[in-house]
């Protein structure tokens, strides 16, 4: 078949569909806020709830953040670099939505496609329960410290605590303090991932004791009184306008064994659970 030489090609111009999970655009953050309603919260508009429009957004916001997270950890990864780890009993990091919409500097792209979907986005805002993880200048610190180092492009951890109950909810009543319990977790954290498959064995109390090994050496060893099971939950934090986006790591205490089944079938239900409780006691309450 002959061909026509020096034929000119008609150019068709390319269309980029933006990732729903990865997008920036308006029209791109209003589609992965209405799937993540219907599919993450599994309602629809009639049926939802201030709470479920916030967690909707609130995973809109972290699917931005995981990719960096994880390209940034990777990363890290291949090039084995060393890690500036923090350790403290407490980070005061404040509200996570704001902060993460103002780092990835898509704030008013997601207030104009809230507010174009009939919703109020400050109210959304004010939704988020700020997590109970610190009560001053010692919690506030550290989660500048994090913020600074992702901002830097400094490889870093932050290890920490996950309190199941902050300090305490305050009211007013008749010119007297009335203390109640700060249940932030009451309906779950968005930005944490758990990750139960990284659990670690943390062994407390007990004694030593000699023993002779295979070859006939004398030996030493600890048998602890008590094992507790840490529980990693990742939050990542993104640096100001930047792609690094770091780890704080908070732990959470869990019993080895929750539930002792001989004491349940004796008819002592208090002692079937009492590891489970005494356990889970070291990282109640802040």
């Not at 994090?146 to 009211?171: K, N, V």
């Not at 007013?172 to 977790?185: A, C, H, M, V």
Request: net charge negative; proline share 4%; glycine share 8%.
């Amino acid at each position: 078949m002959q061909t026509v030489p020096n034929q000119p090609i008609e150019c068709v111009p390319t269309i980029v569909v933006e990732d729903d999970r990865t997008g920036l655009s308006i029209e791109t953050l209003k589609r992965a806020f209405q799937d993540n309603l219907f599919y993450i919260q599994g309602k629809f508009a009639k049926i939802a709830t201030q709470n479920d429009y916030y967690m909707a957004l609130a995973y809109t916001v972290r699917d931005r953040l995981l990719r960096r997270w994880l390209t940034t950890a990777e990363t890290y990864t291949q090039q084995s670099v060393r890690t500036v780890a923090y350790l403290s009993a407490e980070f005061l990091m404040g509200p996570h939505l704001g902060n993460n919409l103002i780092s990835l500097g898509i704030y008013d792209e997601a207030k104009q496609a809230i507010n174009e979907l009939g919703l109020d986005f400050d109210a959304l805002l004010q939704q988020e329960e700020e997590p109970g993880l610190g009560n001053g200048g010692l919690g506030r610190l550290a989660a500048c410290y994090l913020d600074s180092m992702a901002t830097l492009d400094i490889p870093s951890i932050g290890y920490g605590i996950r309190y199941e109950f902050g300090i305490f909810d305050q009211d007013i009543r008749d010119g007297w303090q009335i203390e109640s319990t700060d249940k932030w977790l009451r309906y779950g954290n968005p930005w944490e991932l758990a990750r139960p498959e990284w659990a670690v064995e943390v062994k407390l109390g007990g004694h030593t004791e000699r023993y002779t090994d295979e070859e006939g050496r004398n030996r030493i060893r600890w048998v602890p009184d008590e094992v507790v099971v840490g529980i990693p939950f990742d939050t990542p934090i993104l640096g100001y306008k930047t792609n690094t986006a770091t780890t704080l790591r908070l732990w959470s205490a869990a019993a080895a064994e929750s539930f002792d089944f001989a004491a349940f079938n004796s008819g002592d239900y208090f002692r079937a659970v009492q590891q489970k409780t005494v356990s889970e006691t070291l990282t109640k309450v802040l």
